[in-house]
């Protein structure tokens, strides 16, 4: 189906056609992953990157309004939406320099002895956290679930898993000392 101009387009979005949807599809979708490809040069992320604007224009359809370019829209979103990428990429990638400059920091000082101590220790004070904040705490850190699979998982409420962890966490602080929040990163991860 083809839309006379802008306006009727928008309207027929505005109103959940998804016949205008598959023509924004089917119309920009290539030109649109073309230039997102020029700008993060990763087919995948590129991909990605497309189908998120896409979705959001389908989720924020009611928003649209027929005073802007549909086209200038989409094409905008695929810059912004690289931008949003770029910057979670960046914060990553600066977590993931200081993680590594503090495990570098744990093996310049420390010998190889000490720091197998040190892991013992942590490993014994959280076998001393209480049970149900112990469960937790080995769900998120040790098993790598998100807080929301936690509270699936143990049929406990969001707000209960994140007291839980913040309790371990403060209780292993105050048993621990700051000599050993290094070790918790090497242990566990960059967000201790």
């Known amino acids: 189906m083809e839309f006379k101009d802008n306006e009727e387009l928008i309207k027929a979005l505005n109103n959940g056609k998804e016949i205008a949807y598959e023509y924004l599809v089917d119309t920009y979708g290539n030109r649109m992953y073309a230039y997102a490809l020029t700008l993060v040069k990763n087919p995948p992320l590129a991909k990605d990157i497309v189908q998120n604007v896409f979705l959001n224009t389908w989720k924020f359809r009611k928003k649209l ?3 802007y370019d549909i086209k200038n829209f989409l094409f905008r979103s ?3 939406e690289f931008i949003n990428q770029y910057q979670k990429d960046k914060a990553q990638m600066l977590l993931q320099y200081k ?3 503090t495990l570098n920091q744990i093996v310049e000082e420390s010998d190889e002895n000490t720091i197998v101590q040190m892991i013992k220790i942590v490993y014994q004070e959280i076998e001393k956290l209480p049970p149900k904040c112990k469960e937790v705490f080995c769900l ?3 098993e790598g679930l998100t807080n929301n699979e936690i509270s699936l998982h ?3 409420s969001l707000k209960t898993v994140e007291a839980q962890i913040t309790k371990a ?3 292993l602080r105050a048993r621990l000392g700051e ?3 290094s070790i918790f990163l090497l242990i566990f991860n ?3």
Do not use: A
Request: proline residues 4%.
């Open 65 to 67: 309004s027929s005073k």
């Open 78 to 80: 695929v810059h912004n």
């Open 99 to 101: 993680y590594v400059e």
């Open 140 to 142: 998120s850190k040790k």
């Open 154 to 156: 143990l049929g406990i």
């Open 169 to 171: 966490f403060t209780i």
């Open 179 to 181: 000599q050993f929040e």
């Open 190 to 192: 960059p967000n201790f």
